[in-house]
């Protein structure tokens, strides 16, 4: 089973930064494809960004060139870098893991593991 804990959320102005990270625990890290989720108040969980063992990393419109999504293989982490922040960015902020089959990993319903889920505030 594998469990992903997400940490490193919390309250910062706009233009400032923040770093996620999510510990990955219970199976081999390199099987998966990692992704980032948002959701924002009222709104539906949408994708942010994700890494794949095979592709370069893939982005949201809405945070590429701000966000940077990397591992870190001796800590079995996944990191979101997020720069340039802004009162939209708002969230909570989910950690999550496909299994072995995936395809683009731009999806939801492709991703079989989630965290519990970090706030994100920042204010204006």
């Known amino acids: 089973q594998v469990q992903l804990v997400e940490s490193g959320g919390g309250l910062v102005q706009a233009g400032g930064s923040l770093r996620l990270s999510c510990a990955v625990s219970?199976?081999?890290?390199?099987?998966?494809?990692m992704g980032w989720f948002r959701q924002a108040p009222g709104k539906e969980r949408r994708f942010v960004a994700r890494?794949?063992?095979?592709?370069?990393?893939y982005y949201a419109d809405s945070v590429k060139g701000r966000f940077t999504i990397s591992r870190d293989n001796a800590k079995n982490t996944v990191d979101l870098q997020m720069n340039s922040l802004k009162p939209e960015d708002t969230a909570v902020y989910y950690c999550?893991?496909?299994?072995?089959?995936?395809?683009?990993?731009?999806?939801?319903?492709?991703?079989?593991?989630w965290g519990q889920g970090t706030q994100v505030t920042v204010s204006s």
């Open positions: 999550a893991a496909t299994g072995p089959d995936y395809t683009s990993a731009r999806y939801e319903y492709e991703y079989e593991y």
């Open positions: 219970g199976r081999a890290f390199s099987s998966y494809a």
């Open positions: 890494f794949t063992w095979n592709s370069s990393p």
